[in-house]
């Protein structure tokens, strides 16, 4: 009989055992699995951020370039309108000084004459 019970004692602290090596095997898999998805997650995260900020990159380089176009436009436009203005200055002084040298001459003229 004491076979009998000996017997029954190893298998109660086998079981036991069998059940703890099995509880650590199960959390260790479970973490393993849970860290996994956790990484898993971020990179999905992270690609997403990554796509996000290249289409805003994408956009804000499409605005500049835009913004950089409009702002050439001006530019020029300015820049003809100055020229313009110059020119028409240019004329109105030369015209000036001709009535002005016309003007002198009759009146050096009416003096002398």
């Known amino acids: ?15 036991v055992i069998g059940a703890i090596v099995g509880g650590v095997a199960a959390v260790l898999l479970v973490q393993e699995d849970a860290r996994d998805m956790v990484v898993g997650k971020a990179r999905e ?3 997403f951020a990554k796509d996000a900020t290249g289409d805003l990159r994408g956009k804000v380089g499409d605005v500049t370039t835009q913004w ?7 530019y ?10 110059r020119s028409n200055i240019d004329a109105a002084v030369s015209e000036g000084q001709e009535s002005a040298d016309r003007a002198r001459q009759d009146l050096e003229r009416q003096a002398g004459g």
Do not use: D, P, Y
């Open 1 to 15: 009989m004491s076979s009998g019970k000996g017997g029954g004692g190893g298998f109660l602290a086998g079981f």
């Open 45 to 47: 995260a992270g690609n």
């Open 76 to 85: 020029e436009r300015g820049r003809q309108v100055v020229e313009n203005a």
């Open 68 to 74: 950089q176009s409009n702002a050439s436009e001006l």
